[in-house]
């Protein structure tokens, strides 16, 4: 029995003619490239659970910014290692911090380079939680403080908005930062910095890895209490709508793969820019195959950012992204 061709491979049949029809795109403006600052000079060391992403010393940063630039990346996702740590954080707003600094450089070397400020304390907290700990008046257990936590996270938005970050880009989960940013930027002469608001975050081990990059692993406890149970998806919802109502500017998705269904949803209900965070563990494991001869990494990595696209993620995170630009540019 013979099949006539139809339409669906007519429209395969050549390069050129499946560009002409391909629906999603990626760009290197699409892709974010995040980087980890730390004290010392001449310090660009490997983290061994992420091969080909380091520590930087502020005079190794500029060599790695000029060639992110130069691949066509125009935004920077900023983490800071701070030399020292406290209960409460507060290394975070030191405006001689290197976060502060390398921003400030980074904004020197190449104005129109996005500096992207990871706003968060777990660097900067001896337990390494995301907020600051209090005692329950009731059960004598520690717990987050949502109040206190989000006065410090003000103070570190600003500072950072003050050195000359572009975005803020608040990781901590606490209920309300969104509001109480916008207002703290706003007050201090920044209304016109945008927030983009980890809105859908979960409690996932996909980011063991970046724990060990950032030395921020909980020394006690989890974050279950402020990040969100994998299991729920309308909970994503109301997480995002709060923050919308509050103000961002922007939504973002962490993890990303599996959590697809969730991008889809968010492109679907809001007309914000949908970020999808591709976080370390989905890094490791592209690396560690591929290292094993298992996989073809471009074309996998490819695959899969064109895949975030495709769910609607707007903007992509990705420790990936000096390799996608490359490639992209083949
Ligand atoms: C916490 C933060 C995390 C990541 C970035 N900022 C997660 C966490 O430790 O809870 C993860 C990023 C990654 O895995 O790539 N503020």
């Known amino acids: 029995m013979s099949f006539p061709i139809t339409r669906n491979r007519r429209l395969r049949g050549s390069k050129s003619m499946r560009a002409l029809v391909r629906e999603t795109h990626l760009h290197p403006e ?3 490239y995040p980087l980890f600052v730390t004290h010392g000079t001449n310090i660009k060391d490997e983290i061994p659970s992420m091969p080909g992403v380091y520590h930087f010393s502020l005079d190794r940063l500029e060599e790695e910014v000029h060639e992110a630039y130069s691949l066509g990346l125009r935004s920077l996702l900023l983490f800071g290692l701070p030399a020292s740590k406290d209960e409460c954080g507060s290394s975070a707003h030191d405006e001689a911090e290197v976060m502060q600094e390398a921003t400030r450089r980074i904004k020197k070397w190449h104005p129109d380079m996005l500096v992207i400020a990871d706003t968060c304390l777990c660097h900067y907290t001896e337990h390494g939680h995301c907020g600051i700990i209090v005692k329950d008046k009731l059960t004598g257990e520690a717990v987050i403080d949502n109040d206190s936590t989000l006065e410090v996270l003000v103070k570190t938005a600003v500072s950072q908005a003050r050195a000359g970050a572009d ?5 901590n989960m606490m209920d309300g930062y969104v509001q109480a940013i916008r207002a703290g930027l706003d007050e201090a002469g920044f209304a016109h910095i945008p927030i983009m608001a980890y809105s859908v975050k979960y409690s996932s081990a996909f980011y063991g890895p970046f724990r060990d990059a950032a030395h921020s692993a909980p020394q006690f406890g989890d974050r279950k209490t402020y990040q969100m149970d994998p299991a729920n998806s309308r909970e994503a919802l109301r997480e995002a709508e709060n923050d919308v109502l509050e103000g961002a500017d922007m939504l973002m998705v962490k993890p990303a793969l599996a959590y697809m269904d969730i991008i889809r949803m968010l492109r679907d209900q809001f007309d914000l820019p949908i970020v999808a965070y591709n976080v370390s563990a989905e890094y490791a494991m592209v690396k560690a195959a591929a290292q094993n001869g298992w996989i073809d990494e471009k074309a996998i990595v490819m695959e ?13 995170l990705t420790y990936f992204a000096k390799d996608a630009a490359r490639w992209l540019k083949e």
């Open 30 to 32: 699409q892709l974010v």
């Open 167 to 171: 975005i803020i880009a608040p990781s």
């Open 304 to 316: 899969m950012l064109t895949g975030l696209r495709r769910a609607g993620a707007d903007i992509i």
